[in-house]
């Protein structure tokens, strides 16, 4: 089983509110990835964790807020959104972070702030 | 540094057409090549990779792709188009030479398949 499975499919919030999406894996996986994808762009690295332990920030806002409680899920808290953050949102798991290790997706978390 | 040029943005092919999609890389180290398929909505999965061995490499769905490390080259290619093929593609090179779990993207190519 490759299944990255996130949660909600959609979301739409209000730039006071706090959200939070959900990632889940049961592969065994021990990286897993928060991505950002602006319609017909690429796929952005947010976070990184490895061993349920951050490794890369590249450089988010603070209103986003990454969390993995357990080796099989992750969660990304949001806060105080701005519309710009309306976006696809991708999580993504690996054996581990090597070089060869091949990434799987989930459907992603269509967010939309108003 | 490494980096992904896609080269068109969009490519158009009849049905049972080849497919070529073009990823050319820069890469200071060894390239590890990855091509991820889109369809609308949803994550994207993968095709094929390269990491090391024979240089053609066979994926998913008919697809694939040959390592030119003289032409810093790893082209996609399918033989016969289908309607289904319609979808993003982002090739993408792992980034450096340490595990940081990395992928540099291209910036994508729009495949659309007509009847």
């Known amino acids: 089983d490759t299944e990255v499975t996130q949660t909600p499919k959609h979301l739409v919030m209000g730039m006071t509110n706090k959200k939070s999406l959900k990632c889940e894996q049961h592969m065994g996986h021990r990286a897993m990835y928060w991505y950002k994808q602006k319609a017909k762009k690429p796929p952005e690295l947010m976070f990184v964790?490895?061993?349920?332990?951050?490794?890369i920030n590249e450089s988010v806002p603070s209103r986003f807020s990454p969390e993995c409680p357990n080796s099989s899920l992750l969660n990304l808290h949001l806060h105080a959104l701005q519309p710009e953050d309306s976006a696809l949102y991708l999580c993504?798991?690996?054996?581990?972070?090597?070089?060869?290790?091949?990434?799987?997706f989930g459907p992603g978390t269509r967010l939309t702030v108003l | 540094a490494q980096s992904v040029t896609q080269l068109g943005s969009h490519v158009s092919v009849s049905e049972g057409a080849l497919v070529l999609l073009r990823c050319n890389y820069s890469?200071?180290?060894?390239?590890?090549l990855f091509w991820y398929v889109q369809y609308p909505n949803q994550g994207l999965q993968l095709l094929l990779k390269y990491t090391t061995g024979a240089t053609l490499v066979k994926g998913i769905n008919g697809f694939e792709a040959e390592f030119k490390k003289s032409e810093t080259s790893f082209h996609l290619t399918k033989p016969s188009a289908h309607m289904s093929d319609a979808a993003e593609y982002f090739c993408?090179?792992?980034?450096?030479?340490?595990?940081?779990?990395?992928?540099?993207f291209g910036q994508g190519t729009t495949l659309q398949v007509k009847p």
């Open positions: 993408a090179v792992s980034h450096g030479s340490g595990n940081t779990g990395k992928l540099i």
């Open positions: 964790y490895s061993y349920e332990k951050l490794s």
């Open positions: 890469s200071s180290v060894p390239p590890y």
């Open positions: 993504a798991s690996s054996q581990d972070r090597g070089r060869a290790d091949t990434q799987y």
